[in-house]
């Protein structure tokens, strides 16, 4: 391989290690969120019919994150965070291989 072709490879191995992270942190956002409205609602639920369940406000909360509290999201988000997890891994494994770090 010619010095531009290691060269070109080396940007390449960066820009996507780059864009990978940036795919996982707004992931990871997303998961937090999932997490702090499912937390909230998880310690709602058993509390029903007391009067410390605010339940429009918990209607609300879960109207707010529906999209993000489905499942089948949750599912493929997690898997998507595996993934880029994995990614990143491979990622940082070739730069360091290629003398970049």
């Known amino acids: 391989m010619s010095p531009d072709e290691q060269d070109a490879a080396v940007l390449r191995i960066v820009k996507d290690r780059a864009e990978a992270k940036r795919r996982r942190a707004l992931l990871e956002s997303e998961l937090q969120a999932a997490g702090k409205a499912l937390h909230v609602i998880s310690e709602a639920l058993p509390l029903l019919g007391s009067p410390v369940v605010n339940i429009p406000v918990l209607l609300k ?29 491979d990622l940082d494994a070739s730069a360091k291989a290629a003398g970049f770090e």
């Open 61 to 89: 909360l879960i109207d707010e994150n529906a999209e993000l509290l489905a499942p089948s999201k949750l599912v493929q988000m997690m898997k998507e965070y595996a993934d880029l997890t994995t990614q990143i891994a």
